[in-house]
């Protein structure tokens, strides 16, 4: 069970938005940076999101993250066939303990 | 370029300690700011964060497993090692070490590394 909460599962078709929640405490996403990867099957995750919204040079700006009090959500636009992945999010805690979210397979229909 | 290698033994027995070694290339730990940290991944599973070492050789290690691990680096080496002792089969995963540099997330990552434990 993470301490991060994700849901198990989202899906959409090619062209919507399609958001994905991460639920944490005050002690993690509450007072800390929340990241987002993307991992595709058999590969090492990729970084899309960090410091709750800020994106890496070389990802797309279809892909947006914000974060509210203990939440946090990613969001992709105009979705394609090609963003069918895993994708986690993560924070740290005050303790500075990694956290990651149990995962949200996500489904291009 | 930023590179890392995970390497280490493919296959560990119940109850042994398993050593894996980091190999990076293209930044130093020994910059402000910089860590490089541990993560696993059982088959099918989640991604588990296990330990991290930041420029200054500060450690954190995860709660649920920190009676196992050790994490430590040899900057002149550019190499990050870790230990968890007293190995189970449900530590059957890809361990993967990832670079992170001031919070911007884990930036780099290694290929992974898939450790079985059987006997």
């Known amino acids: 069970q993470s301490v991060l909460t994700q849901p198990p599962s989202a899906s959409g078709t090619p062209g919507q938005r399609v958001t994905i929640s991460c639920s944490g405490s005050?002690?993690?996403?509450?007072?800390?940076?929340v990241y987002w990867y993307q991992q595709l099957p058999g590969t090492a995750p990729k970084l899309l999101i960090y410091r709750n919204n800020q994106r890496p040079s070389g990802v797309p700006d279809r892909f947006s993250g914000s974060k509210s009090g203990t939440s946090a959500s990613l969001a992709i636009s105009g979705l394609r066939s090609e963003d069918e992945a895993d994708y986690y999010c993560?924070?740290?805690?005050?303790?500075?303990?990694?956290?990651f979210g149990g995962g949200t397979k996500l489904t291009v229909l | 370029q930023v590179t890392l290698r995970e390497s280490g033994p493919a296959l560990v027995k119940p109850t042994q300690t398993l050593t894996l070694t980091c190999t990076f290339s293209g930044f130093s730990l020994s910059t402000s700011g910089m860590c490089v940290s541990w993560i696993r991944q059982p088959p099918g599973k989640a991604l588990e964060w296990l330990a991290r070492i930041d420029w200054d050789d500060d450690k954190y290690y995860s709660t649920s497993l920190k009676t196992r691990l050790t994490i430590s680096k040899d900057t002149s080496k550019n190499q990050v090692v870790l230990t968890m002792t007293n190995m189970d089969p449900v530590d059957t995963a890809t361990y993967y070490c990832?670079?992170?540099?001031?919070?911007?997330?884990?930036?780099?990552w290694g290929q992974g590394t898939l450790v079985t434990v059987s006997s």
């Open positions: 993560a924070a740290w805690d005050d303790s500075l303990s990694g956290l």
């Open positions: 005050s002690s993690n996403i509450g007072s800390n940076y």
């Open positions: 990832a670079r992170m540099w001031e919070y911007r997330g884990f930036d780099y």
